[in-house]
């Protein structure tokens, strides 16, 4: 059973960068891949950005693709997810998430359903 506790959201203005971390305990997190995602404020979670186990394979949302970048660390079970410049569209709690298979797959990653693991979120709002 895989723990994940996210952490560095917080306030940040427009153009601001932020830097999520997601810490992963009591599993193989090295052998899983890891996701994130997002849910504002009367929407859906969506999709944000999927990382293999190896960090060889990436896929980010249309909408995030250029601005943030997914990222780990398996010898410190730590995963990460780099915003730049922010925008209020970004405001949301963003989760981290696990699935229990190394490499993502196109049809699947972007499901919430594939992941196995999540995370209780953490607020980032952007002020305008």
């Known amino acids: 059973q895989v723990q994940l506790i996210e952490s560095g959201g917080g306030l940040g203005q427009i153009g601001d960068s932020l830097r999520l971390s997601c810490a992963a305990s009591g599993g193989p997190f090295g052998s899983y891949a890891m996701g994130w995602f997002r849910q504002a404020p009367g929407k859906e979670r969506e999709f944000v950005a999927v990382i293999s186990a190896s960090s060889q394979t990436t896929y980010y949302a249309h909408s995030v693709k250029g601005r943030f970048t997914i990222s780990r660390l398996n010898a410190e079970n730590t995963g990460y997810l780099e915003i730049n410049a922010l925008r209020p569209e970004d405001t949301a709690v963003y989760y981290c998430?696990?699935?229990?298979?190394?490499?993502?797959?196109?049809?699947?990653?972007?499901?919430?359903?594939?992941?196995?693991?999540w995370g209780q979120g953490t607020q980032v709002t952007v002020s305008s």
């Open positions: 998430a696990a699935m229990q298979r190394p490499v993502p797959t196109k049809i699947t990653y972007g499901d919430p359903s594939s992941y196995h693991y």
